[in-house]
């Protein structure tokens, strides 16, 4: 396939520098290391992340491990994703430029457009009806051996990022909820 071995010389990071990607319009989620490692490089939770909240009908599709990394708060669960520019891209994509956290990028930016259902790994887009035809590879038809040579990662990389994922969504969890509270409170401040 011509397009696999040309698309072999980019990287996923460099995707937005060509098409609309995985960073636009996405909900990116945030664990605290993801957070953390961002913060490390001069940047505020609050410049960078918002909280999503969860309707009682999107619990339903998440996995138990997913279900419990959400901050219940005032009876509503959240988890922090990405912010979004103005042009509805993720906050560090720049135009022309990519992803400039590089190698600094979330847990789920680097396991993309892959995940892992019961030591499976598939395709995001397989189970997640929202993200078809998002990712140039998967779009090209790529098989996920294929489309796993093109990023340079492997089936173990991907478990081993999918392990990482649960491990920071499911550990540190109050220091997680008093984030996801600093930037809910930051949103709507109480009245003093």
């Known amino acids: ?9 980019l990287t996923c990071r460099d995707c937005g520098r060509i098409q609309e990607s995985c960073c636009f319009k996405t ?21 960078f992340a918002e909280v999503l909240e969860y309707g009682e009908d999107e619990l339903d599709g998440l996995e138990n491990w997913e279900r419990e990394s959400l901050v219940e708060f005032c009876g509503k669960c959240y988890t922090l994703v990405f912010k979004h ?4 891209n993720c906050i560090f ?3 022309g430029r990519g992803c400039v956290l590089g190698e600094h990028r979330a847990l789920a930016c680097k396991i993309y457009p892959f ?48 392990d990482r994922i649960i491990k ?9 909820a008093s ?12 009245p003093a």
């Not at 990662?153 to 999918?162: A, M, Q, V």
């Not at 920071?168 to 997680?176: D, G, P």
């Not at 600093?182 to 949103?187: A, F, Q, R, V």
């Open 115 to 162: 995940w892992r259902r019961d030591s499976e790994i598939m395709f995001l887009d397989d189970f997640e009806e929202s993200m078809k035809d998002v990712c140039m590879i998967r779009r090209n038809g790529a098989k996920v051996d294929e489309a796993l040579k093109c990023i340079c990662e492997t089936r173990e990389n991907i478990k081993e990022y999918h």
């Open 27 to 47: 909900t990116v989620p945030l664990s605290l290391e993801d957070v953390k490692q961002i913060e490390s490089l001069g940047y505020r939770a609050e410049d």
């Open 1 to 9: 396939m011509i397009f696999l071995e040309e698309y072999s010389q």
């Open 93 to 95: 994509l720049k135009k």
């Open 85 to 88: 520019a103005n042009d509805d």
């Open 168 to 176: 920071a969504f499911t550990s540190e969890k109050l220091e997680y």
């Open 179 to 190: 984030v996801v509270k600093k930037i809910l409170e930051s949103k709507n401040p109480s």
